[in-house]
């Protein structure tokens, strides 16, 4: 069992910057493929970021590469997202997940999920 806590979500100008953070308890996360999602008010959950499990290469969805980095730190047992450059399109809230899956990219590999934190980009 993980359990994942998120945080640094806020409001943000077009083109600031923000770092979320995720804690993980009940086991190492390093153990784990961890994901980083979002989803916007009538959208479906998507993508964003994640490292495979027992790896510190991060992986990116298009709309995000360049812009947000994902890293990993064991020793804190927390994954963080930074994400600079952001667009008002970037607004969701932001999901962080663990899995025991070496596959990434969809939702289902996921088992562990945080509550979410919020992420509003004004224009």
């Known amino acids: 069992q993980v359990q994942l806590v998120e945080s640094g979500g806020g409001l943000v100008q077009a083109g600031g910057s923000l770092r979320l953070s995720c804690a993980a308890s009940?086991?190492?996360?390093?153990?784990?493929?961890a994901g980083w999602f979002r989803q916007a008010p009538g959208k479906e959950r998507e993508f964003v970021a994640a490292?495979?499990?027992?790896?510190?290469?991060?992986n990116y969805a298009e709309s995000v590469q360049g812009r947000f980095t994902m890293s990993r730190d064991n020793a804190e047992n927390t994954v963080y997202l930074q994400m600079n450059s952001l667009k008002p399109e970037d607004t969701a809230v932001y999901y962080c997940?663990?899995?025991?899956?070496?596959?990434?990219?969809?939702?289902?590999?996921?088992?562990?999920w945080g509550q979410g934190t919020q992420v509003t980009v004004s224009s």
């Open positions: 009940g086991s190492a996360f390093t153990y784990y493929t």
């Open positions: 490292i495979r499990r027992k790896t510190d290469m991060p």
């Open positions: 997940a663990a899995g025991q899956s070496s596959y990434y990219y969809g939702a289902q590999y996921y088992a562990y």
